[in-house]
């Protein structure tokens, strides 16, 4: 049983920055997968970026050179960096965890809120 805590949302201006954290208190995430994906009122829930165990990373099209996943295994924490917000980044943000043997594990989720 993984569980997962987000911090770090909030309220930013349109072209301002915030970092997310994604923390496993009572788990080794070395050798897990780890994503954030976010969820806006009325869409589906999509993936937003993951890091790889091995540090390799991809983003979604709309998020590329914007934002950046990163991961600290010595904290168990991965961290999504995102810059020059957009209102349409305006969603529950949520952090995913999966290992090969498991089916994957969800956070609460943080709401990020950009204003226009």
């Known amino acids: 049983q993984v569980q997962l805590v987000e911090s770090g949302g909030g309220l930013v201006q349109d072209g301002g920055s915030l970092r997310l954290s994604c923390v496993a208190p009572r788990s080794d995430i070395s050798a897990y997968a780890m994503g954030w994906y976010r969820q806006a009122p009325g869409k589906q829930r999509e993936l937003v970026a993951n890091i790889a165990s091995s540090g390799g990373t991809n983003y979604a099209d709309s998020v590329k050179g914007r934002f950046t996943i990163s991961r600290e295994n010595a904290k168990n924490t991965v961290y999504l960096q995102m810059n020059s917000l957009k209102p349409e980044d305006t969603a529950v943000y949520y952090c995913?965890?999966?290992?090969?043997?498991?089916?994957?594990?969800w956070g609460p989720g943080t709401q990020v809120t950009v204003s226009s």
């Open positions: 995913y965890a999966k290992a090969p043997w498991t089916t994957g594990y």
